[in-house]
């Protein structure tokens, strides 16, 4: 009997050792209270971590004001315990939460990470227990990393604008319209849809800039990309073809309502004062594609090069869609 009580204990005394010397060793912070809010385990790394004397703080009774936290409601570990410990049942007691803490040696704050439970036997409470972690490093550097996708984040889209918009205008760029055109054009044959693809050009826009300037020049250009930009439809695609010249693709559309739009360009482009009193016109070639056309993205556009220029013989500041390379129909 007295081997068998004294094997008890060896197990006892030994698993006691090997949870004490893990709570002891470890890098989190370990606090205990019992029944009477008195505390009894409170290793070095609380110590370290909170800057709370270990030597002081055993067998003390854990009040609510014992250390400082940043939140107004105070839900600190401490707080935390006392809450456990009274309310062990409470759902609403979170089993981890961050917590800002300021530390009372250095004054400086550190981020906490909070584990609370409560400790029992056999459904009877023995009291509270902390597990703590200080993640302000790790806070930090993931705010850091944050800050720096977020700086990438910002950058990419810088580049992508400059990229794919005119600085001038404001308006897509050649590049952007002709890779949107292509896809585009691969979905209108896949769902036999129309749309119709126009090119604006400004007329004696020479002028403007042998008269004014280039400085001048490029201030009519982008008063005009602002008109532009109004004037066509939410889903329509403008852009800056290259030098005075623009090109207006318009998804699922036939030649009246590409009609109305581009005489509403015109319009709006005639009735404008641009910089320093100036006038101007535009001249419009338009070229409709319509499902089962065996055409290409190169192909439409060139037709509607072809009635702009047409547009530009018939006197400019008009409408012109293209009907074939010999016959072009002006907008009534």
Excluded: W
Aim: aromatic content about 8%.
């Amino acid at each position: 009997m007295g081997h068998f009580f004294m094997y008890l204990v060896d197990r006892l005394f030994g698993n006691l050792i090997f949870a004490y010397s893990i709570i002891k060793s470890t890098d989190y912070a370990v606090i205990a209270i019992d029944k009477k809010k008195r505390i009894r385990v409170f290793n070095k790394t609380a110590s370290r971590i909170l800057g709370i004397n270990l030597e002081n703080s055993i067998g003390k009774v854990l009040k609510g004001d014992y250390v400082g936290c940043k939140q107004d409601d105070c839900d600190c570990f401490a707080s935390l315990l006392l809450k456990t410990l009274s309310r062990s049942e409470d759902k609403e007691i979170p089993e981890e939460q961050e917590v800002t803490y300021r530390h009372p040696e250095h004054k400086r704050e550190a981020i906490l990470l909070l584990n609370v439970f409560p400790l029992k036997y056999k459904n009877k409470s023995l009291g509270a227990a902390a597990v703590i972690r200080d993640i302000t490093e790790q806070k930090n550097l993931q705010n850091k990393l944050q800050g720096i996708t977020q700086r990438l984040k910002e950058a990419n889209k810088q580049l992508e604008k400059k990229a794919t918009t005119c600085d001038i205008t404001g308006l897509f760029n050649h590049r952007y319209f002709m890779n949107f055109s292509k896809k585009y054009m691969e979905q209108a044959n896949r769902y036999n849809s129309s749309f119709a693809v126009a090119m604006l050009d400004i007329d004696d826009f020479k002028n403007v800039n042998d008269t004014y300037g280039h400085p001048v020049g490029d201030k009519v250009l982008s008063t005009l990309g602002m008109i532009l930009s109004k004037k066509v439809r939410n889903c329509d695609i403008i852009a800056r073809y290259g030098g005075e010249e623009f090109s207006l693709l318009m998804p699922e559309t036939g030649k009246e309502g590409a009609l109305t739009v581009c005489e509403r360009i015109r319009k709006a482009v005639e009735e404008n004062i641009f910089e320093d009193n100036i006038r101007l016109t535009i001249s419009i070639g338009l070229s409709i594609f319509k499902p089962g056309d065996q055409k290409t993205i190169f192909e439409i556009i060139s037709e509607a090069d072809k009635a702009l220029y047409a547009a530009k013989r018939k006197g400019k500041n008009q409408v012109v869609v293209f009907m074939n390379e010999r016959e072009s129909e002006k907008k009534l």
